[in-house]
């Protein structure tokens, strides 16, 4: 870990590091050729159509705002390809996002979107420390999922070795860590403490492995769960953000100061909205984000309204990249719950839970309404160390819960503590939240 600590601060590609006025004006000249390309594109053409927009009528960035947002709705009415700006004939490989709910939407790239990819994800993984002498075990899921393949040709594009262990079978991943080496480790975050859980139960010393760092990513967690993290594996723990929709993993990740993730502008438009209103946030405040891919060929983006809650700091990174940073995506429009009338997002439970000493980071939330009120149920898995058959112990425990989900997200909950090893373990992305009141009214 020391060795990681010192390692010096590497910069992929000056593109990182343009001074603003070079890359507005990059910047421009993309956004006036993706307007032209997305022509291509029926959905497109017949909304430029509407609003009189062509290439010639974006003269700034400023215009941008004059621009359609495109949102997953959009995308559904679309399935399964017709937003392509290319003919299907040169597409190279088709990837799908993960829907919570129906199908999933499909997105394309052709082999210059590949290579364009690789490099994102190789620009992410440098600033994180990733050298071509390392070695790397993904822990991601192979297969629709941007996740595994957008790292794993990113890792390569590095120089570094890749070991392709895919998600899951977690006594395979402790193997193979232990056999091989690996000097990082890639998956969600969640699977990150999965892994560290099991090292701890087999009683394995996390010095005796080699892991240094993990590049973390593809769904929320918050700063105290990047500290257990650490801690429990031994490493420093780097996050990265993506979505399938604007290209995948590789839309932004952190520096080794681990102070937001830069986002990759040279490639992307960023904006930050209230969602509301659909005008921009002041710098620093929470919005939604949103992003227009300025370089995808198979099928770029407009606008696209991720949903994902999250701020923008634009000033300047002692790490010499002179890009926009976002904060932690802390919710999104849609996973936000009203309880009572009372905002919640799941992070905020989480974040209440982090902070009580003897809780396991697992848990569920259940949402229900029995009667006419909301009722918040919390599941939290006790540390096997710290489960006890004494009540009064576990009262005092629940007690300290409660009172911390009261202070963080304003609300009363029934926390119902559970043993240890009781609630589902997740592979790739974790689900946390089970919302029960639809069912009642029959909605679902
Ligand atoms: O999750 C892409 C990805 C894979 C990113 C691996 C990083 C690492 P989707 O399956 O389309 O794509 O899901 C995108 O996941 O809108 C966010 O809500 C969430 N998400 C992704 N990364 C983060 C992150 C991939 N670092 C959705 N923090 C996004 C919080 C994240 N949420």
């Known amino acids: 870990m020391a060795e990681h600590v010192n390692i010096e601060n590497r910069i992929w590609n000056p593109a990182e590091a343009l001074e603003r006025s070079r890359l507005t004006a990059l910047q421009l000249e993309r956004l006036r050729d993706l307007v032209e390309r997305l022509d291509a594109v029926p959905f497109y053409r017949e909304v430029f159509a509407r609003h009189r927009i062509d290439r010639d009528s974006i003269r700034s960035l400023d215009d941008l705002r004059r621009l359609p947002f495109t949102t997953k709705a959009d995308l559904r009415e679309q399935y399964p390809l017709n937003m392509l700006a290319v003919p299907r004939q040169r597409l190279a490989r088709i990837h799908g996002s993960s829907g919570t709910t129906g199908k999933p939407t499909f997105v394309a790239y052709t082999a210059e979107d590949l290579r364009q990819w690789a490099e994102l994800c190789a620009r992410f993984l440098t600033a994180g420390g990733l050298r071509s002498e390392h070695v790397v075990q993904v822990a991601f899921g192979y297969g629709l999922f941007t996740g595994g393949f957008g790292l794993h040709y990113g890792i390569e594009q590095v120089g570094a070795t890749v070991i392709p262990a895919a998600a899951g079978n977690t006594p395979r991943q402790l193997a193979l860590l232990q056999d091989l080496g690996a000097d990082a480790l890639v998956c969600t975050p969640s699977y990150a403490l999965t892994i560290a859980e ?86 620093g405040q929470r919005g939604e984000l949103v992003f227009t891919s300025l370089c995808k ?42 309880i009572r009338g009372v905002n919640v997002f799941p992070s905020q439970i989480e974040e209440a839970l982090l902070r009580v000493e003897g809780t396991a980071p697992h848990y569920e939330i259940v949402v229900d309404r029995p009667g006419t009120l909301d009722e918040l149920t919390v599941r939290v898995e006790i540390r096997p160390q710290d489960f006890s058959d004494e009540m009064r112990q576990m009262q005092q425990l629940r007690q300290r819960i409660d009172r911390e989900i009261h202070s963080v997200a304003g609300l009363r909950a029934n926390v119902e503590l559970v043993r240890p090893q009781t609630l589902e373990r997740f592979e790739g992305k974790a689900k946390r939240v089970n919302d029960r009141r639809g069912e009642r009214n029959g909605k679902i």
């Open 198 to 283: 099991t090292i701890r139960e087999r009683q394995i010393d996390p010095d005796s492995l080699n892991l240094k760092f993990g590049h973390f990513g593809g769904e929320p967690w918050t700063e105290d769960m990047r500290l257990r993290i650490d801690r429990q594996l031994g490493i420093r723990a780097f996050n990265n953000y993506g979505l399938s929709e604007v290209i995948g993993p590789g839309v932004g990740g952190e520096c080794l100061r681990r102070d937001g993730m830069h986002i990759q502008e040279d490639h992307f438009l960023v904006e930050c909205i209230d969602p509301q209103t659909l005008e921009p946030v002041a710098p």
């Open 297 to 338: 060929q198979a099928m770029p983006i407009l606008r696209y309204r991720t949903r994902d809650l999250a701020a923008l700091d634009d000033r300047p990174c002692p790490c010499g990249r002179t890009t926009i940073r976002m904060s932690r995506v802390t919710g999104r429009t849609d996973d936000m719950l009203i």
